[in-house]
């Protein structure tokens, strides 16, 4: 089933909602309601290159106890003078069927000064929504507003036919609540949004309850309920969700939890060095589930298996093994979210490096 555009974590539905997606600039936006009455106006503090927050993802289908998880960090890559973001979502599934199985993938997000979704793009897509629109609520917010869209979403996928769908959403900010999530107990605002999207074949209604952490400028909550029709025969499927904040990092304001989810995933890339005078190279491979590495490197004439663990913040500890013998030494560190390096050596044998970036 297909999740929603405008509904929890617009960013990661475009994973799912690929299908192509046409032109057009027909669209319209109300604007929205500014501070109502003494109710305090809140903004957001300023973006930093380098932030980050990881939510967990549960979803099932009504009737179902069964849970699929994602778990998604967005990481800020860049910041305008004026405050627009670009941000890349490193996203991470795992099927309650199968769950040691793992799909990875990174998705790039353009957000405007506003906080507004413009534009998102993978290896093989783009797409965006005309008029821009909020993937929860404006970086300037109050108790009491509430503010309307419509339009449509417009998406490419390499070869594949440009298609549409439109929307229209209806927002509104209540007073704030306490919350309690894995990354803490925060104040938020709540945001009560109902919209409807359609396309050619489908039409889904989402109502989603978020609550915005006016500070941090983020959704730390949010559960959702995805009911989708078909056109031709009028079959109904519904979808429930809860997206959960496990951790997070906001530079400006000194606030962070870290948390060891966010390196999450499959992790690919390749090894070299010298083994007995001789060059050695070869791939490697491994999983990061929770705190846990698995993995191993192979080559022609040199292969080792990798253990370890991942600290929240972000240390890493490794024991390795070549062909069972334990003499193989393996150290590393993150460079960044989406790559981490080291070096390996077995004592009078040889030694070299390593480098691997997430799928």
């Known amino acids: 089933m297909r999740n929603s555009w405008v509904g929890m974590m617009v960013a990661a539905a475009m994973m799912s909602g690929c299908g192509g997606g046409g032109g057009g600039n027909n669209g319209s936006v109300a604007q929205e309601a ?9 903004m957001a503090a300023s973006s930093t290159v380098g932030d980050y927050y990881t939510w967990e993802i549960a979803t099932h289908d009504q009737g179902s106890t069964v849970d699929s998880y994602d778990y998604t960090t967005r990481s800020v890559r860049s910041v305008a003078a004026d405050g627009a973001i670009s941000a890349d979502y490193l996203y991470d599934y795992i099927s309650a069927a199968s769950p040691l199985a793992y799909a990875s993938s990174t998705i790039s997000v353009s957000l405007d000064k506003l906080g507004r979704w413009v534009g998102t793009t993978t290896a093989t897509c783009m797409g965006g929504p005309n008029p821009p629109i ?53 104040n938020a605002l709540k945001v009560v949004r109902n919209a409807t999207e359609e396309d050619s074949n489908l039409i889904q209604r989402t109502e989603q309850t978020c609550w915005w952490e006016p500070d941090l400028g983020i959704e730390v909550k949010c559960a959702s309920t995805f009911t989708n ?3 031709s025969t009028g079959a109904v499927s519904v979808r429930i969700g809860t997206q959960s904040l496990r951790g997070y990092s906001k530079q400006k304001l000194g606030r962070k939890l870290d948390t060891e989810l966010r390196f999450m995933g499959n992790w690919r890339g390749s090894f070299n060095g010298m083994l007995q005078g001789q060059n050695v190279s070869g791939m490697c491979s491994l999983m990061i589930d929770g ?69």
Request: aromatic letters at 8%; hydrophobic letters at 35%.
């Open 291 to 359: 705190g846990n590495i698995n993995g191993n490197c192979a080559g022609a004439t040199l292969s080792f298996n990798i253990r370890g663990n991942v600290r929240a913040d972000g240390a890493l500890t490794f024991t390795a093994s070549d062909n069972g013998n334990s003499g193989t030494a393996f150290i590393g560190q993150f460079d960044s979210l989406q790559q981490m390096s080291g070096s390996w050596s077995m004592p009078n044998a040889g030694s070299g490096s390593w480098v691997m970036t997430q799928d």
């Open 34 to 42: 500014g501070q109502v009455g003494a109710q305090k106006t809140y």
């Open 229 to 231: 029709t078909n056109k």
């Open 134 to 186: 909020y993937n929860v609520a404006p970086n300037t917010i109050a108790a009491g507003m509430s503010w309307q869209s419509s339009g449509i979403i417009q998406s490419k996928c390499a070869l594949d036919a440009a298609t549409q769908r439109t929307f229209a959403i209806q927002d509104n900010v209540l007073p704030m609540e306490q919350v309690t999530v894995p990354a803490g107990t925060f």
